[in-house]
């Protein structure tokens, strides 16, 4: 049968005709019940080589594997023009019934989609961008995998960088969950290799690696073999531990925690009324990300209230040690309300911004708000 992914006009079917060795097994999962899962080459897509044929001769013959590891691979440096306009290539690499190795033990029920590019620096450009859209529409038409999921939301793999940074806009589909910094140990998954694990991660290298391990054949790994993971604290963290965006708590009785970001996803736990909750992301749709794949409905900011974070400077005193000091009942610098005298101090609220220089908002003794200067040759913190 002919599915309508392979009738986009900017897809080419070299399927059996990349370098390959022997044959990957079919998969046991039925076409519908897979997951798509995004990746990135984590290759610059400029770069020669970082196409459906690099990669095909990369898994074939330094890696060992029976073919490419991706059923479908974006190639933007390919651009082809179709009836529609300019649509970067799609190299249909293995059949899509194949359990190639891109996931580990998630191999069997997902479907790997390459972008060929390393989009922590690359720049996803208009002609893949409609790419991977059309692929992914003609993808859910025809039924194959119900689920988008980037390649380190699968089991195992939260620390890996696949395929998140620049992805947000493009891939409207997935769930944008945050990489978690680099696990101490790691199970090998079917389909590693030392290589693989540390591709295109600058926080630890196969040397690294084979050190850690005092591995004496790094050919040789065995499904289930734990790697130990010895990374500098600061290393395993940077860029990768997810930025917080705000704390609120929980305002209604109870809500469900889903695993996506919507109640078409299950319900794996309940937060109770008062409990905490960080966000890393706020969705369109009014989701919110809590980490580690969690997600939490704010619809119309109705479960979830954003805690009113203190300045640090909040409760401090600050007193006005120039004779008189200008103050203001809304933050600006011009038509001051009036003066405070030396020696006359205010408890601060916070320290903002106006027109580009710090200002000290801030109450008197009657609760009223002013904005006065943070000037240090005026006033002093107490
Ligand atoms: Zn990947």
Known sequence: MTYSFQKLPQLIDQRGLLPSRGSYTRRNTSLKNCVRAWHHSLTRKHLPGSNALGFANYHV???????P???LIIEP????NTPQGKRARIVYANDISLRTYHVGNSNDFAIGICVAGDYRTDELDEATKVTIAELQAALVKDGIGNEDKSHHEFSGYSWKQCCVFDYNKTFTFLAHTPVTDIPDVYTVQQGDTLWGIANGDERFTVEDLIKWNDI???SRLQVGQKLHFKVPAETASKKAS?????VGTVKVAAINVRKGPSVAHPAASQLKKGDEVTVYKEHQNGWLDIGN?????NVKGAYVDKKQSKHPLAGRRVEAIAVAVNFYDTPRWDRPSGQFTRGQGWIVIEQVTTNGSPQYKVKNSRGNIYYITSRKDLVRLL
């Open 69 to 71: 590891a991706y059923a």
């Open 293 to 297: 794949g969690q997600f939490v409905s």
């Open 242 to 246: 997810p930025k917080v965006l705000w």
């Open 61 to 67: 013959n330094t890696l060992g594997w029976p073919g």
């Open 77 to 80: 440096q390919n651009i082809v």
């Open 216 to 218: 004496k054949d790094p």
